[in-house]
């Protein structure tokens, strides 16, 4: 678990990796669309480089064919898809800090 927050995460460092109490910094987020942005294209980019950067035995494993994938391939078969929904509504619940979603999602 360590490993992949080091290696998809930006800006992940060995000080979140322990739980002082109270925290040095809160949780990881992002608020702003370009911080968004910006995280999900270093996840991205971080994948496709991903046999390069790991000193682990991570691959590319295509479980349709039960074969590994060529990391070297310029076809592209390194395929990351973002599924984006949003909800019609989301309200905050701030006595138990919880989320209310709405089912219904927008088009």
Do not use: M, Q
């Not at 060995?14 to 702003?32: H, I, K, Q």
């Not at 039960?66 to 984006?84: F, H, P």
């Amino acid at each position: 678990n360590t490993t992949f927050h080091h290696l998809f995460i930006r800006g992940w460092s060995a000080s979140d990796e322990t739980l002082p109490y109270p925290r040095a910094s809160g949780d990881f987020a992002v608020y702003t669309n370009k911080e968004f942005l910006d995280s999900i294209n270093f996840a991205v980019h971080r994948f496709n480089n991903l046999a390069n950067l790991s000193l682990g035995l991570f691959d590319f494993h295509d479980h349709s064919s039960s074969k590994s994938v060529d990391i070297n391939s310029e076809k592209g078969d390194r395929v990351v898809k973002l599924c984006l929904n949003r909800f019609k509504t989301c309200r905050i619940d701030p006595t138990s800090h919880t989320y209310i979603l709405d089912s219904e999602i927008e088009d």
